[in-house]
């Protein structure tokens, strides 16, 4: 299983919230993969302002469920950050 996590902007950069939230969620998936938990991380740079793609994928799904619980209270109520299940896109971009 895999989570995808995707940042965006309003024309003028990714808003300071929207960072900060994908900063603690990239934090929260670094920490699992030391863990084993997962098995990759891939990143890619989706647009000229800082938008940005993550993806992460698990090993299994009762620790896939786990990590989006997670990575949903660490979004909720921040704008232009959108989380979902899903196959990690096959091009790898910069790891910002």
């Given at each position: 299983m895999s989570v995808v996590i995707t940042t965006l902007s309003k024309g003028r950069g990714v808003p300071a919230p929207t960072r900060e939230a994908y900063k603690r969620i990239r934090g929260l998936l670094e920490e699992q993969k030391k863990?084993?938990?997962?098995?990759?991380?891939?990143?890619q740079r989706i647009g000229l302002e800082g938008e940005t793609r993550m993806c992460a994928e698990f090993?299994?799904?009762?620790?896939?469920?786990?990590?989006?619980?997670?990575?949903?209270k660490l979004s909720a109520g921040v704008e232009l950050i959108h989380v979902a299940e899903g196959p990690c896109p096959t091009t790898k971009g910069d790891t910002p």
């Open positions: 863990q084993s938990a997962i098995t990759r991380i891939d990143t090993r299994d799904r009762a620790q896939a469920e786990y990590a989006l619980e997670q990575i949903r």
